[in-house]
């Protein structure tokens, strides 16, 4: 194979060979090779020599040469001249110059920032990994707070990396493939479909299942993880805290099975819980008290060893009544029977007892291992959940619950148990950067050592009167937030005395009116900016709402230093190798294509602040002297890329090197992949910190007529029903649910041909999935075209795939298709657009993390004409 | 259930990780009466205090905390919220260099050197997603 030297891209006579750089299809970003020949790509495929992928990629990374070389991408800056937007209001685009285009952003964004410079709105796609922190430095530079994913986080992140950075101290969490005997996934396709380090999961996951690792996968849909599963279990949608819950109980007071000596060392659960549902806590110290069994008294947590320690009782310390956290949850877990468990969520009472069973025997509980001569905790059993578990009204207690299973047997970051992505690394062997290693916060819970931003998950911040158009200031717990689009925006704003409005919005890709919720609410807030510019790839029906359209580069046409960085992302956990992989340019832009971080270098030296910019790169990206970016100093981005290398691995490794390497990659240890028995860290068991949150919230909300739901702040999870389990609507007998297609990516691969052709040889990517019997209980046929109905009368169109693989209560729709723009005429009209059935307000989302609740209770009925 | 968590891991058989990097230490100008400081602010931080540059002299044997105290008392109560929480730590996402390096602890001392020590503090975008 034949590797590029410097490559300019004025191709040389019978050019050929491979050019190491970053897929950008998901954000997965495996590694990648491109096989560039006199100037153009003709394939891509992964990069073995890359820890990300190994040399894997899916039908989606294969297939990126289709979207780049895609004749309808836009080439040139476009205005609109159509001042009505709308939903179905031509733009009337008009090609202008750069010139042109960057005076007009420019004189906007002066304004703006000359008024108050929280009236800009910043927005990328999370599908675009490299565009967090170019858009993120511009956003703090400018010196608004205001910065949103589109639908990424409020549909899959608000819960799912919450909990895994309170209780994993990462992003995400995944059975340790190399050694778990046994794993359990909750509406999660981790390492058979899309998703975080996607390519490298799925070679560890398929080398499990050779291995002989039993999984079972507990989800409404037979998909991808349970069709190669061991045993596939279907519950109602959004019931997966009552499945995990009623398991927790058998293990804990069927079988009396937990790993007592982990519970002591590493969780919560010894510390004194008094009647109201808080820490009993040392008068003075203020630190929670624990039973010292050896003493006979309450003492600081600590000052006691673990093994001391009482997780069970009933106590009085200063003629308060008190119970270890763990006693409380004992108790607490009794109402959660089998047969409870089955009436709720439709999994019978006896395969709720298999299922308990067969996890705590195959825990080993008490096991150790020598994995690279290092004695270990061996506890080859994991419990994992996504996005299908925790995009629900109880979204908190669903992804808690799921994760209590692996705590209450220690299968929490040891040896074949559930591992968070790379919570600690010891650094590069010869730089020590890139280090980070979770820590003791308040009351000895665990801090993340790394996060993609800085709204920690532990602990959390205090809840004020909201200066943040997300209102994250006030439910504090929530990342990402719909607020910023959903129907009630308004009024939230002028109960809470947000002092101004959106006014400019910086797009970078993402399709909101697609991606979030139901059109009509996100088209009306979008129509209220006065001014909206997008770096895209293609027109949307987002573009309708958009003043300037920017041409951007695609990722074959696109450099960024940092591809895989956070590692808590999407860098694979378990055993291997640390690997830093960048992503360069292979092809010229097209037109008057211009990557978008160089554009927002000049917009900020033409606003004038480029020195804010460069400082917030500084602070972005660790840099240190040398190589901290200096003044106002005109960087290009190619040079701020290559001071972030150096820094992080030397002044010979900079910007040319990894050009030239692809990356850089390290050996990881095995204190740092099994990293929990070196890091004297707990996590809470009892989410005691809930309770006061919520508590302060109510404070500051319900004087000003805002009810906060406090069973949802209660300190141990809980069954609490969606909107659509309390429907009783009649003919509203199925609950819809959207899942991860395999050949796409949420809203944006539709327009891709080769995944379009693989998508309507699927027969189920762009249909609706309904139970064969229920469908033939009501006459429906295969292949019939239907109306869908939500609660409240919204409606979608599309054509049924019967299947005996689907729960039958759940009707099942794949990505996020039903395209209707021109500007995507591959993708327009396939498919159904499932998110225009769901409601965008606080009563559809979780009062806690503000994640959405994803499933709708729907009618079917049929169209009166094919679709 | 017999095996203990604190007794399965020896912490003395692995090697330690490198530690993490620190301030480096000034040159101490030992003869000077005070510590010259230039706080450039950036981002939201100037826009909102109106100021994007401030020169202090502080005492010898000031910290960082002194700093951030004496500009709360120059730029109000909308810089102090900003920068730090009710029990006076510093904030997550805003993030203040001394000489170029991080600080996280407010209680880290300043030393007086012949030139300005320079301090740079910006508030980064606490939130992500995805």
Not at chain 1, 523 to 537: G, M, P, Q, R, T
Request: net charge neutral.
């Amino acid at each position: 194979m034949n590797m590029f030297s410097p490559h300019p891209f004025k191709p040389a006579a019978q050019e050929d060979g491979w050019l190491p750089s970053s897929c950008a299809l998901c954000y997965g970003t495996c590694s990648i090779l491109a096989h560039r020949v006199d100037g153009t790509v003709i394939k891509i495929e992964g990069n073995p020599d890359s820890a990300v992928g190994k040399g894997r990629l899916c039908g989606k990374g294969v297939s990126g040469i289709m979207t780049h070389y895609d004749p309808n991408r836009v080439r040139y800056p476009m205005r609109r001249t159509n001042p009505k937007k709308g939903l179905y209001e031509d733009p009337g685009w008009k090609r202008i110059s750069w010139t042109e285009a960057l005076d007009e952003i420019a004189e906007v964004l002066r304004k703006v920032r000359a008024d108050d410079p929280r009236k800009l709105v910043v927005q990328r796609t999370t599908t675009v990994t490299a565009s967090r922190v170019p858009l993120h430095a511009f956003a703090s530079a400018f010196g608004t707070p205001n910065f949103s994913v589109s639908g990424g986080g409020q549909h899959c992140g608000n819960g799912a990396h919450l909990i895994s950075g309170i209780m994993h101290a990462s992003w995400s969490i995944v059975p340790d493939f190399e050694y778990c005997n046994y794993a359990i996934f909750f509406g999660a396709s981790k390492g058979h479909s899309a998703g975080h380090a996607s390519c490298s999961n799925m070679g560890k996951a398929a080398d499990a299942r050779v291995r002989g690792m039993k999984m079972v996968v507990v989800d409404p849909l037979c998909n991808f993880a349970a069709a190669k599963a061991t045993e596939w279990v279907p519950l109602r949608v959004g019931t997966d805290a009552a499945l995990a819950l009623g398991m927790c109980n058998v293990m804990v007071n069927e079988l009396g099975v937990y790993d007592g000596p982990y519970l002591q060392a590493k969780t919560n659960a010894p510390y004194l819980i008094g009647p109201d549902k808080l820490y009993v806590r040392h008068p003075q110290s203020k630190m929670p008290l624990v039973w010292d069994r050896r003493s006979g008294s309450a003492r600081p947590y600590n000052d006691v060893p673990a093994a001391d320690m009482a997780l069970e009782g009933e106590f009085t310390v200063d003629r308060v009544p008190c119970r270890p956290a763990f006693h409380c949850l004992r108790e607490h877990l009794r109402k959660f029977s089998p047969d409870w468990t089955e009436n709720t969520s439709g999994v019978p009472a006896a395969t709720v007892r298999r299922l308990a069973s067969e996890f705590a025997t195959e825990a080993r509980i008490g096991s150790t291992i020598v994995v690279d001569g290092v004695t270990l905790p061996y506890r080859p059993v994991a419990a994992i959940a996504f996005r299908g578990a925790q995009g629900h009204k109880n979204s908190v207690y669903n992804f808690y619950a799921v994760d209590l299973l692996n705590h209450l047997v220690g299968a929490a970051d040891v040896v074949g148990g559930c591992l968070g992505f790379n919570p600690t690394s010891h650094g590069h062997p010869e730089t020590g950067k890139v280090r980070y290693i979770p820590t003791a916060g308040p009351d000895g819970l665990m801090v993340v050592g790394s996060w993609m931003g800085y709204h920690y998950p532990y602990p959390p911040p205090e809840p004020r009167l909201p200066k943040n158009l997300g209102l994250q200031d006030l439910l504090v717990i929530g990342m990402t937030s719909p607020f910023l689009d959903s129907a009630d925006r308004e009024e939230m704003w002028e109960k809470f005395d947000v002092p101004y409005r959106p006014e400019v919005m910086i797009n970078f890709g993402a399709n909101l009116v697609m991606s979030i919720a139901n059109k009509d609410a996100v088209a009306e807030s979008l129509s209220k900016y006065k001014f909206i510019v997008s770096f895209d790839l293609f027109l949307t029906e987002t573009s309708n709402f958009v003043d300037i359209i920017l041409p951007d580069c695609s990722y074959l046409q696109s450099l960024d230093a940092r591809s895989n960085f956070p590692f808590i992302f999407s860098l694979p956990g378990g055993l291997g190798e640390w690997c830093w992989p960048i992503r360069q340019p292979v092809l010229p832009p097209d037109g008057e294509q211009r990557q978008f971080a160089e554009v927002l270098l000049e917009l900020a030296d033409r606003v004038g602040f480029r020195a804010d910019l460069n400082a917030a790169y500084n602070a972005w990206l660790n840099l240190e002297p040398p190589y901290r970016l200096t003044g106002d100093t005109r960087y290009s981005y190619e040079e701020i890329s290559d001071r972030e290398l150096k820094n992080n691995f030397g002044a010979e490794r900079g910007l040319e090197w990894f050009k030239q390497n692809g990356l850089i990659k390290w050996k990881k240890k095995p204190e740092e992949v099994y990293w929990r028995p070196f890091v004297d860290v707990r996590v809470p068991i009892y989410w005691e910190f809930l309770k006061p949150i919520g508590d302060k919230i109510a404070a500051i909300a319900e004087p000003r007529g805002f009810k906060i739901p406090l069973e949802y702040y209660d300190p141990l999870p809980d069954f609490l029903p969606c909107r659509s389990h309390c429907c009783n609507k009649k003919g509203f007998d199925f609950y819809g649910f959207y899942y991860r297609d395999v050949v796409h990516t949420n809203s944006f691969t539709m327009e891709n041909p080769w995944l379009d052709e693989a998508a309507r040889l699927d027969p189920f990517s762009y249909t609706i999935a309904i139970n064969r019997t229920e469908a033939a209980k009501r006459g429906f046929t295969d292949g019939q075209g239907v109306w869908v109905e939500s609660e409240s009368g919204r409606k979608v169109k599309g054509r049924l795939k019967l299947t005996e693989c689907i729960h039958p209560e759940g009707l099942g729709f794949a990505a996020m298709c039903g395209h209707w723009t021109d500007g995507q005429p591959v993708a327009k009209g396939k498919g159904v657009f499932y998110n225009d059935l769901l409601e965008l307000d606080f009563e559809h989302m979780s009062p806690v993390n503000i994640n959405l609740d994803l499933c709708v209770k729907v009618r079917v009925t049929p169209a009166e004409e094919s679709p | 259930m017999n095996i203990r968590w604190d007794a399965v891991v020896d912490s003395t058989a692995v090697e330690s990780p490198r530690a993490p990097p620190v301030l480096p230490q000034p040159i101490v100008d030992r003869n000077s009466a005070g510590i010259s400081v230039r706080v450039r602010l950036f981002g939201a931080l100037a826009a909102l205090s109106c100021q994007q540059s401030v020169e202090l002299m502080l005492p010898v044997g000031a910290l960082v905390a002194d700093v951030i105290a004496i500009l709360g008392e120059r730029l109000g109560e909308i810089f102090s919220a900003q920068v730090v929480d009710a029990s006076g730590v510093k904030r997550r996402y805003c993030r203040l260099f001394v000489a170029g390096y991080p600080v996280e602890n407010l209680q880290t001392p300043l030393y007086p050197t012949s030139d300005l020590t320079e301090i740079d503090i910006i508030l980064l975008i606490a939130l992500e997603g995805g």
